[in-house]
């Protein structure tokens, strides 16, 4: 392991040097004790330099050809001090209250998507907004004051999408981004219940003002809000408390306060017809709307007529949407990411090359432990991810200081599938003879979403996931969805054995899957709730996922 560890790092190592054997002359005999001497008396002067100057253990492990000791190779023609992410983030941040904003891009693989200058604008503009009707303001405790009135005539200066937290890491983030970009289209502001257990974990997004939802929000309740809930759109909808004439956006109509949107994979059909044109035309007039949703459901506003050309203006690469939202909206905070760059240094920055591999088993869908190993193996052979191995040999210490390093970060629940991949690397030759090495951060065992740190490790996990070169995730797997995204991987994707006899398939773009949607085509959206609600052009960018037969995803 002596040559994964030099690759990468400046050392002195003197075995090189070839002196010529000269003959032995008179002098030699006197200048050898010279000589040992004088080199005692350099080596003792560089402890004592080197003990003054107390370098940082992590200086220890600084990369060749990186700043300050962090980041990767970057062999991209994209400008790798690009932090602005082609113009994606605000300049306006101080930039040590959030490391990971400006740094993350010094991680990852260079984006080869650049985001429409028309997406920048539009952020900007959002910004803009954002402070304007920020918690505390003038314009928010107006529309505070409506709320409590029960009644609304119409839109308030300024209109909110309250998000509600639902289920693990990878869910809430797949929501957020989804709910951002309903904001974004609806000219609404994003503001976000933060519970204990995710505070602390990401940065504010936007400059010079907060997204959290005060505590003395008004609606006490909000987060028991469920299928039951008489104020959801589809029960509202179901008992004609929402009527044709709302829907038809007369003037003369009365409109509730807000309206609580049930969009979890539980959803009923009549909570589905939010995903039609007369839905989203009454609710861009309703003031305040509380969305909770545990899936990616950006496919589906796709395919709304209402948003196709402000969608095609925004993302002129379609399937680069959930790529650029997810790197504008989450940015771990400084804690998380001191964690995140010190598992770096210290396991993955020496590699030539770093693939991620994260592995989920539901309960709702077991695998047995040896097949799932094994579909992970013959997933990352076949493809030529990971090099063989001869099990006829035994390995040997690399003895090489150009061999070909492979770092492997295994995200797991579970130690055993790490345990036993490095196993077969440590015991037996690589047929390339590239050196593995195989690297898991943690193993909770059981998911504990209640928990702050456990939501940290998730966190930090799926951006090491994130920096890799390739990656292989599991089907269905938001997790997996989340890391994807924020390093625009085109993962290959571990599939369920009654999908398909191939150990796995490579995703066509880093697009999440909208795995539970309303029916494709919108047939739901009868002509009793407006046209179907589905545009035209958009079909030729909304499939069917491969993962998942009956969900939908965004392709070009």
């Known amino acids: 392991m002596e040559a994964r560890r030099s690759k990468g790092y400046q050392s002195l190592d003197m075995s090189g040097d070839n002196f010529e054997a000269q003959p032995e002359r008179h002098s030699s005999r006197i200048m050898k004790p010279c000589v040992l001497l004088l080199t005692c008396l350099v080596s003792v002067l560089l402890v004592f330099l080197v003990g003054t100057h107390r370098t940082p253990s992590w ?29 994606l983030l605000s300049p306006e941040f101080d930039e040590k209250s959030c490391l990971s904003r400006y740094q993350s891009m010094l991680y990852r693989k260079a984006s080869p998507h650049a985001p429409s200058p028309y997406l920048i604008r539009r952020l900007r503009e ?19 004051e409506q709320l409590k009135s029960g009644r609304s005539n119409g839109p308030m200066e300024c209109n909110y999408v309250v998000w509600i937290p639902h289920n693990g890491l990878g869910n809430r983030v797949l929501t957020i981004v989804s709910s951002f ?38 609606l006490h309740n909000f ?45 009923n059909q009549w909570d589905k017809l939010f995903f039609c044109g007369d839905a989203q035309r009454m609710l861009r007039r309703i003031p305040w709307l509380l969305l909770k949703s545990d899936h990616y459901f950006v496919p589906s506003l796709f395919l709304l007529q209402e948003y196709e050309e402000e969608l095609r203006q925004l993302f002129l690469e379609r399937a680069t949407a959930f790529h650029h939202l997810v790197r504008y909206l989450v940015h771990p905070t400084n804690a998380v990411w001191d964690y995140v760059t010190n598992y770096y240094r210290a396991h993955l920055a020496a590699a ?9 088993v539901f309960h709702n869908f077991p695998v047995p432990f040896e097949s799932m190993l094994r579909q992970v193996i013959n997933c990352s052979l076949s493809e030529g991810i990971l090099p063989g191995v001869n099990l006829q040999e035994w390995a040997a210490p690399a003895s090489k200081t150009d061999t070909k390093a492979k770092a492997v970060l295994v995200a797991s629940l579970f130690s055993g599938f790490a345990e036993r991949i490095r196993d077969m690397y440590a015991k037996h030759p690589t047929t390339t003879g590239e050196v593995v090495s195989v690297h898991q951060p ?13 939501n940290i490790k ?12 390739a990656l292989i995730t599991t089907a269905w797997s938001t997790f997996g969805y989340v890391a994807q995204g924020l390093g625009g991987l085109q993962p290959w994707i571990l599939l369920r054995h009654t999908q398909s006899d191939l150990p796995c398939r490579q995703a066509m773009s880093s697009e999440p899957c909208f795995l539970m949607p309303p029916p494709f085509p919108s047939s739901h959206c009868s002509k009793d709730h407006g046209d179907a609600g589905e545009a035209a052009t958009a079909r030729q960018y909304v499939r069917q996922c491969e993962d998942e037969l009956g969900g939908i995803k965004v392709f070009d």
Request: charged residues 20%; contains cysteine.
């Open 458 to 469: 998730a966190l930090a996990e799926v951006e090491l996931l994130s920096f890799s070169d």
């Open 59 to 87: 200086e220890l492990l600084r990369p060749v050809g990186t700043v300050a000791g962090i980041g990767r190779k970057n062999s991209s023609s994209e400008a790798p001090n690009d932090r602005l992410l082609g113009g």
């Open 126 to 144: 959002y910004e803009a907004l954002h402070k304007k009707c920020a918690p505390n303001t003038h314009l928010y405790n107006k529309s505070i």
């Open 352 to 360: 030539d090359e770093t693939l991620g591999i994260q592995i989920r």
């Open 442 to 454: 943690s193993h909770e065992e059981h998911q504990h979403t209640e928990q702050r740190g456990h």
């Open 223 to 267: 987060l028991d809000f469920d299928t039951g809930t008489p104020q959801s759109y589809g029960n509202m909808l179901h008992n004609k408390v929402i009527d044709d004439e709302m829907l038809s956006g007369s003037s003369n109509a009365t409109l509730p306060a807000y309206v609580y949107l049930h969009l979890p994979w539980y959803y």
């Open 181 to 218: 970009l309903y904001a974004l289209l609806n000219n609404k502001v994003l503001l976000v219940h933060i519970p204990s257990d995710f505070t602390n974990i990401l940065c504010e997004p936007f400059p010079g003002t907060s997204w959290v939802l005060p505590s003395d929000f008004p």
